[in-house]
C-alpha cells in the first residue's frame, strides 16, 4: 500500500520567506510526527498529533514554527519568515498511534529545506 | 528516553551474516528497544522492536540479552542495499502523550561486495 508521502521533496527559498511543507499519512494512521534532521545530524522531533487531541508542539524550535492537521489526515507544517538555521530535512512519520513505545512509525522521504 | 551506545561504523561482505551492536545499561522494566535504519537520501525505515524475548521479522532479527542492557540487531545474509546507519532506540511506555523519536548518531553499516 501506499506509504507516507511528503511534498515538495525540495523546496529553496529566500531568507525572511514563509514556506509550507505538506505530509500526507499512511491510511487509517491516527499519529503523526514532524521531525528535522540537520546535515550529518540526529533526527530532532518537532511536533505529534495524535486523532482529534490538542498536538504536543514542546519540540518546535521557536513561535516561527506551526503545524496543522485538517480531517485527522493531512498535515502542514509552516515556518514563517524562514531563516538560514532552518535549513534540514523536514520529515515525517506517521503509526497506529495507541502506546507509543509499541508503535513503529512509518516515514516519508522528506522534503530538503534550503534557506539563501 | 534512557540512553544507547553503538559502534560509530562497521563493515561486512555480501551474503554474509552481520551483528550490529547496541549497549543500554541504564534502560528500564518498560522500555522497547526499537531498531530503525536510514538509506542515503531516504527517510528512517522501521526494522524491528522487542521487549524482553528475542524478536524474528523478514527483515532482522532482534536478539536482547537477559539482563537487558544489550542487544544486537542481526542481518542474517546482507546485501548491498543494506547498507545504511542503523540506530537502536529505547522507547518508554509512557502511557500518554509523546516526545517522538531521539536518534543518536548510530552505526554506519558498510556493505563490501
Known amino acids: 500500500g501506499a506509504g507516507v508521502s511528503q511534498s515538495p521533496s525540495n523546496k529553496v527559498t529566500e531568507k525572511g520567506k514563509d514556506v509550507e511543507l505538506r505530509c500526507d499519512p499512511i491510511s487509517g494512521h491516527t499519529a503523526l510526527y514532524w521531525y528535522r534532521q540537520s546535515l550529518g545530524q540526529g533526527l530532532e522531533f518537532l511536533i505529534y498529533?495524535?486523532?482529534?487531541?490538542?498536538?504536543?508542539k514542546s519540540g518546535l524550535p521557536s513561535d516561527r514554527f506551526s503545524a496543522e492537521r485538517t480531517g485527522g489526515s493531512v498535515s502542514t507544517l509552516t515556518i514563517q519568515r524562514t531563516q538560514q538555521e532552518d535549513s534540514a530535512v523536514y520529515l515525517c512519520?506517521?503509526?497506529?498511534?495507541?502506546?507509543?513505545?509499541?508503535?513503529?512509525?512509518?516515514f516519508g522521504d522528506g522534503t530538503r529545506l534550503s534557506i539563501l | 528516553d534512557a540512553k544507547t551506545t553503538q559502534p560509530n561504523s562497521m563493515e561486512s561482505n555480501e551474503e554474509e551474516p552481520v551483528h550490529l551492536p547496541c549497549n543500554h545499561s541504564?534502560?528500564?522494566?518498560?522500555?522497547?528497544i526499537h531498531w530503525y535504519r536510514q538509506l542515503p537520501s531516504q527517510g528512517p525505515e522501521y526494522v524491528i522492536h522487542g521487549l524482553t524475548s528475542n524478536v524474528n521479522n523478514r527483515m532482522a532479527s532482534l536478539a536482547i540479552a537477559e539482563d537487558r542492557k544489550s542487544s544486537t540487531l542481526i542481518l542474517h545474509r546482507a546485501t548491498l542495499r543494506d547498507a545504511a546507519v542503523y540506530y537502536c532506540i529505547l522507547k518508554t511506555n509512557s502511557g500518554g502523550g509523546a516526545d517522538g523519536l531521539t536518534f543518536g548518531k548510530g552505526t554506519h553499516l558498510i556493505i563490501q561486495p
Open positions: 512519520a506517521s503509526s497506529l498511534g495507541g502506546r507509543i513505545s509499541n508503535q513503529p512509525q512509518h
Open positions: 541504564t534502560i528500564s522494566g518498560t522500555d522497547y
Open positions: 498529533f495524535q486523532g482529534n487531541s490538542a498536538p504536543d
